[in-house]
Nanobody, 119 residues
Framework: QVQLVESGGGWVQPGGSLRLSCAAS????????MGWYRQAPGKQRELVAN???????NYADSVKGRFTISRDSAKNTVNLQMNSLKPDDTAVYYC?????????????WGQGTLVTVSS
C-alpha cells in the first residue's frame, strides 16, 4: 500500500522560512509527478507547486520567487522550501504524487501538515 508521510510544518513569523518534506513508500515502480497543494480555512485546495518526471516545475503565481520545489528520486521524496513566508501562506499543506504501481498509475495524498504564519 502506497503511503506518503509529510513533515516540516509548524509556526513561523512573517518573513521566516520552513521546509516541508514528503516521502513515499510501498510498492512504487516510478513516480510520474510530485506536488504540493494547500488549503486555507474556508478556501478550496489549490496547487502550490509541482514537478513532473522530466524535471519541469510549476508554481502558483502567489509563491513564485519565494518557494522552491525539489525532489530526491532515489528516496522517492519531494521537498518544498518556503522562504519569505506571509500570513496568507497559512494553510494545511498536502503532498500529492502520481505513482506507478503493479495495477497502473495511482494518485496519492499525504495526511497534510499545518503551516501557520503569524506574529
Amino acid at each position: 500500500q502506497v503511503q506518503l508521510v509529510e513533515s516540516g510544518g509548524g509556526w513561523v513569523q512573517p518573513g521566516g522560512s520552513l521546509r516541508l518534506s514528503c516521502a513515499a513508500s510501498g510498492g512504487i515502480f516510478s513516480i510520474r509527478a510530485m506536488g504540493w497543494y494547500r488549503q486555507a480555512p474556508g478556501k478550496q485546495r489549490e496547487l502550490v507547486a509541482n514537478i513532473i518526471s522530466g524535471g519541469n516545475t510549476n508554481y502558483a503565481d502567489s509563491v513564485k520567487g519565494r518557494f522552491t520545489i525539489s525532489r530526491d528520486s532515489a528516496k522517492n521524496t519531494v521537498n518544498l522550501q518556503m522562504n519569505s513566508l506571509k500570513p496568507d501562506d497559512t494553510a494545511v499543506y498536502y503532498c500529492n504524487m502520481m505513482v506507478l504501481i503493479t495495477t497502473g498509475h495511482l494518485g496519492v495524498w499525504g495526511q497534510g501538515t499545518l503551516v501557520t504564519v503569524s506574529s
